[in-house]
């Protein structure tokens, strides 16, 4: 279908970060809000875009299960996190990762690293890990969420809460400067919290979406972590917090 340059410019923006408020792509291509609203009825009535609560998204994308659309969302910069968080971990080194898209591709990432040992409840992270270079993969036991394919629950922690690892590696779908690190799902939070326990090395990845926001369940304060890596400093009432727990943000190369 033919577009316009700046149809063209939506939709890439799109693909990029999943969905978008209709005054953020205004700002963002320098246009008015109502110049984009036309835009958006144009795409909307060919289907190729979706309209929700002054956010727009590809309509491909939203037919996507949820864990594949969150996957999708922000992939640049998860992109960025995960390779930092890769560069910390050593060729033989043990680590355990929560089921989560930043996690996932720090999996992705770990493909180039050997003799790993790799403690997780994704069936994602482990497909990915468990038949290349030599590593030993332990999954988690326990019902599978059919859009993760990850197991949780009391057997999901009680298994993991067996292993002590060098790096105990959480994403986080919130972190706020007076609560923590947060999450929207209890089962999530429960198990993430397990995680950071069996851990000599306490790390959190997350984008900077992420910052300042409240999520629905604590999974623990900063005196929990040791380490924050991301895509980009945090504001300054997060980096002065983080900073008064001590713990390491690593937000650059």
Known sequence: MDHSPRHTHILTLLSQRGTVGINDLATLLCVSAETIRRDVKLLATRGEIVRMHGMVGLASALREAPYDRRMRENRL??????????????????????????????????????????????????????????NQVYMAGGRLRSDSGASFGVSAIDFVSRFSVDHAVISAGAIDA???????????????????????????????????????????????????????PPPGDLAAALAAAEVTVRAGD
């Open 77 to 134: 910069a998860k992109d960025v996190v995960a390779r930092r968080a890769a560069a910390t971990i050593r060729d033989g080194d043990s680590v355990m990762l929560d089921c989560g898209t930043t996690t996932s591709l720090l999996a992705r990432a770990l493909l180039q690293h050997h003799q790993l040992t790799v403690v997780t409840n994704s069936s994602d992270i482990a497909r990915t890990l468990a038949t290349v270079n030599g």
């Open 178 to 232: 007076l609560t923590g690190v947060m999450d929207y799902d209890l089962e999530e939070a429960e198990f993430a919290h397990a995680v950071l326990r069996c851990g000599r090395r306490r790390v959190v990845v997350t984008d900077a979406t992420k910052f300042g926001v409240q999520g629905l369940v604590q999974v623990c304060g900063f005196g929990s972590i040791d380490e924050v890596i991301c895509d980009t």
